[in-house]
Structures are given as structure tokens and as C-alpha cells.
């Protein structure tokens, strides 16, 4: 049981609370930070959207479903709320883990945390669901694509996607869906394969989050998304529009990134000695003032180390 909860509290971090992260938002020096010297620039406005934990508070039980009668922006709304209501401690993200029966022990322990599902390719979602649209059609001679988009067969992407509490309470609580991808189209797809099983009341996130920060080859390297993404804000900047359309607008988008990585210089001693820090925290509000400019994304987590890209460690 011991061991359990070691993996359960190991499990948990502190995005936006942290002390480091905090030196970044405020200009001050980080306690955390190896080099207690370190001169940041001073505070940018647009990381203001990354809200000190003084500011967010808690909420115990998820919204209901939200129904046609509701609008897009009401709905959008009202899980923005929620998700600013939910406390900074949150369950990071983390494959073959933060299942929905790994959350719901979660949510056992606290009623206060913000869940998170592990890693979801866009892929393998706009895959399955067009899968099943076609295998619906093949059985239905006849079916429109509306009748099919309505109908398909979704026991297989529940794997990816249920949540608990949705039959049986209690109900899961504020949670994000981590989506990961780098085209637009299978981010639309992915989005909008999560919007149909929300309509059909399987499950019920509020919020999804694009993926920016995961350093492992599979995902940065061979997949060319994850951390690997901070190279390129104006990607990313389409990515989370795609999946804005993709989700009719209802649900919030955010993102999940490093404070940078170590595309820019070799990572050793040495070199990191040498880098200049107004030039790393200007990259990193580049980053954000670019993703954040079509006004769709207006809360980024920040993960508050810079993703090793190059030395292809793996976090598993």
C-alpha cells in the first residue's frame, strides 16, 4: 500500500505553483533553480494567463453534460470556469498510467485535483473513427455520411476516451483530455471524434490540451511533435485552431509546453553555462505570444525544465 501511494503523490506535480515557475512569472529568482543568480527579464503581460495559485480554487464534482440547447460559447464558458476553479495541483500526464482507473484512485485521495489523461495520439483517434464510420456504412448499403457520422460503432474508441463516473458516481471531476499531434487535419479529426462521444454521453473532459511537452524519441523525434513542437509556435498556433474547429468551439484549448529545449545549443555543462537568459525567456514568450495571438489558447501549463532533445532520453 506504501508503495502505492509513493507512485499515486510521485505522480503529482505542481505546474504553475512551483517556486521556478513562479520566478518566471514575476521576474524574481527561482529557489529551485540551479543557479540562484540567474537575471530573468521582467514580467511579460501575456503570461499573466498562467494564473498564480493564489487565484484558482477548487471544484469537487464535473459540470453536467452539456446539451444542444446550450451554446457553443455557454459551454466553452462554463468549463473554463471549471477549469480555473480547479486547484494547480495536478496529475501529470503520463503513459500507461493516468488511465481513467488510475484517476478515478485519484480522485479517491483528493477531490481537488486537476486529472489529466495520459497521451492520446490525434491519430489513432481520427483512424478508429473513420474505421467505424466506414464499417457502418458497409453494413448500412444505403446510409448517408450524416447517418453514419451519428451511428458508428464506438466500443473501440471508449478505450481511449471514456471516463469514469459517467455511469456509475462518482463523477470524475475536472479533467483534461492530452491530445498529440503535429497536422491539423488529424487534430480536427481527433477533436471532433471526442466531441460525437460527448454527445453520445461516454465522457465529458473540460478541457483538451496539445501536447508540447514530452521529450521522448518516439514522440519528439520519431513522431515530431511532444516538446519538439516549441520549435515551431506557428504550428502549433494552427494545431490548436484545428482543434478548436474541431470541437465546434465548446470545449477550451490549452497547452502543455517546457520552458524551452535544447534545440538552440548542445546540452552539456559547458554550453548551458554560456546561454543567455534574456534570450531564453524571450523565446519562451515568443512562443507563447505566437500560439496565444489567434486568441483560442489562453491557459498554458509550463512544465519548468527545458525538454532534452537531442540526447534522446527517454521519460518511461
Not at 515557475?21 to 540567474?38: E, T, Y
Not at 459517467?166 to 487534430?187: M, T
Not at 523565446?283 to 501549463?301: H, K, N, Y
Request: hydrophobic share 35%.
Amino acid at each position: 500500500m506504501s508503495f502505492l501511494f509513493s507512485i499515486l503523490f510521485a505522480s503529482m506535480i505542481i505546474l504553475t505553483s512551483a517556486p521556478f515557475v513562479q520566478s518566471l512569472l514575476s521576474g524574481g529568482p527561482s529557489k529551485l533553480s540551479s543557479r540562484p543568480s540567474r537575471n530573468w527579464l521582467p514580467h511579460h503581460p501575456l503570461l499573466a494567463s498562467l494564473r498564480p495559485a493564489s487565484t484558482r480554487r477548487t471544484i469537487l464534482s464535473a459540470a453536467p453534460i452539456g446539451n444542444d440547447k446550450e451554446s457553443a460559447t455557454a459551454t466553452r464558458e462554463r468549463k473554463y470556469e471549471q477549469l480555473m476553479k480547479a486547484t494547480t495541483l495536478s496529475l501529470a500526464p503520463m503513459m500507461e498510467y493516468t488511465d481513467r482507473h488510475f484517476r478515478f484512485l485519484v480522485r479517491l485521495v483528493s477531490s481537488q485535483t486537476l486529472l489529466y489523461t495520459e497521451m492520446v495520439a490525434a491519430n489513432a483517434l481520427s483512424h478508429e473513427r473513420a474505421n467505424s464510420i466506414d464499417r457502418y456504412r458497409e453494413e448500412h448499403v444505403g446510409a448517408s455520411p450524416e447517418e453514419a457520422q451519428q451511428n458508428y460503432n464506438d466500443a473501440y474508441l471508449q478505450r481511449f476516451l471514456s471516463q469514469s463516473g459517467i455511469y456509475v458516481p462518482p463523477a470524475e471531476g475536472a479533467s483534461v483530455l492530452q491530445l498529440g499531434g503535429s497536422d491539423p487535419e488529424q487534430l480536427r479529426l481527433a477533436t471532433q471524434t471526442v466531441s460525437d462521444l460527448t454527445a453520445r454521453g461516454k465522457c465529458d473532459y473540460t478541457a483538451m490540451n496539445l501536447n508540447c511537452g514530452c521529450p521522448s524519441p518516439k514522440v519528439a523525434g520519431k513522431g515530431c511533435f511532444g516538446a519538439a513542437l516549441m520549435d515551431d509556435p506557428h504550428l502549433v498556433a494552427q494545431l490548436t485552431t484545428a482543434m478548436h474547429e474541431g470541437s465546434d468551439g465548446r470545449v477550451p484549448i490549452t497547452v502543455k509546453c517546457r520552458i524551452g529545449t535544447d534545440s538552440q545549443q548542445a546540452f552539456n555543462r559547458a554550453a548551458y553555462a554560456q546561454i543567455n537568459q534574456e534570450e531564453e525567456y524571450g523565446r519562451l514568450c515568443q512562443f507563447i505570444e505566437t500560439v496565444a495571438q489567434p486568441g483560442i489558447v489562453t491557459d498554458f501549463s509550463v512544465h519548468a525544465r527545458i525538454a532534452v532533445l537531442q540526447k534522446s532520453f527517454s521519460p518511461a
